[in-house]
């Protein structure tokens, strides 16, 4: 295996290029309609495989990379602040693009568009799916076909979410670095939003277990659920200005609660919090628009995607609609590298 240049920083993945994705926890939508986007509540703990090489199964060591903890049918979205240079991030979900449908690739492609221009692009809640909407990414355990990869290649076998960053090219940078230093000659800077949501206090570390054998873990994938308003940004750049090879990429594994704790030794976040009574407190949702970028339209190979009730039922949770009220406009690395494996 070797170094990616990949750093975890807090719960911050730090990816070459000064790339920052945070993995965020959030209500799971009902699978009808279209919906304001969920609020945060709080970050996934992220954790570097090769800490815990004595306790995961075989492929996760050949994969490398990092793991997360997620509930059956928990909803997540990825956070891109702190993101400081120009960057096209690929996001794979058992290694199909979330953008494009299409195969992961180690190239960038413009037809369809395979990735998301950063930091344009200030976070992704799903696959894009629709005109200015995507489907929340919800987690579905492997063997069921219900992930976006089962649906649209027919198999199960990577399940997780992988990323690569592909930086400017030396001379795009240096033109972007030159801009930036006459700007902030001209204007004084303004701190960037940090994104959507308040983050909530994870639930406190257990003390390590001693070690025992590896074992066949719960393999775990991102299948779709409910449809929410957000846009998916065309890249307004010509692909020759991106580099031609990626700075770094990294496969995040998700596990569930029960094997987070056995691995790690740690207590995994409580269980997501009821969707109606985060609603009925009057807390907020969020709606988001940039009127001066072009949203990318979807392909027909993830409009296709169906959600994960299909396959494992409604769990009847009442769903209350928020009030006009509550719906908020948003807008007109130290330790060691994460290793990266064979996938």
Not at 8 to 21: E, H, K, M, Q, S
Not at 243 to 249: L, Y
Not at 294 to 310: C, F, H, M, N, R
Request: glycine share 10%; hydrophobic share 35%.
């Amino acid at each position: 295996m070797t170094d990616t240049g990949v750093r975890i920083d807090g719960n911050t993945l730090r990816l070459p290029g000064g790339v920052a994705v945070r993995f965020v926890r959030t209500l799971r939508l009902p699978e009808t309609g279209t919906h304001p986007l969920p609020p945060g509540l709080g970050e996934f703990p992220v954790r570097r495989i090769s800490d815990h090489a004595d306790r995961v199964p075989e492929r996760w060591r050949a994969r490398g990379g990092v793991m997360l903890p997620v509930y059956l049918r928990e909803a997540m979205w990825l956070s891109f602040a702190g993101t400081t240079e120009p960057a096209a991030l690929q996001v794979g979900v058992g290694k199909v693009c979330a953008v494009s449908g299409r195969p992961w690739s180690d190239r960038l492609s413009r037809d369809p568009q395979n990735y998301l221009v950063l930091p344009r692009q200030p976070w992704l809640d799903g696959i894009n799916s629709g005109k200015g909407t995507v489907r929340q990414f919800v987690a579905v355990p492997l063997g069921l076909g219900a992930t976006v990869e089962g649906q649209v290649t027919g198999e199960e076998t990577w399940g997780g979410v992988q990323l690569q960053t592909f930086p400017l090219n030396a001379r795009e940078l240096a033109r972007w670095q030159e801009e930036e230093r006459r700007r902030a000659e001209r204007t004084r800077a303004f701190p960037q939003a940090a994104g959507y949501g308040a983050a909530m206090p994870m639930a406190a570390s257990a003390p390590a277990a001693p070690a025992a054998a590896p074992r066949r873990a719960a393999a775990m994938g991102l299948g779709v659920g409910g449809s929410m308003r957000q846009e998916v940004y065309r890249d307004d750049r010509p692909v020759g200005d991106w580099s031609a090879e990626p700075a770094g990429r990294v496969f995040v594994h998700l596990v569930t609660p029960p094997e987070w704790r056995r691995i790690t030794g740690e207590a995994p976040p409580p269980s997501p919090v009821d969707r109606a009574a985060y609603t009925r407190a009057g807390l907020p949702w969020f709606d988001y628009y940039d009127q001066d970028a072009e949203d990318l339209a979807s392909t027909d190979t993830l409009e296709g995607v169906k959600p994960v009730g299909d396959w494992i039922g409604d769990d009847h949770e009442p769903w209350q609609e928020p009030s006009p009220q509550q719906v908020r406009p948003l807008k007109d690395a130290p330790g060691k590298p994460v290793e990266d494996g064979d996938w």
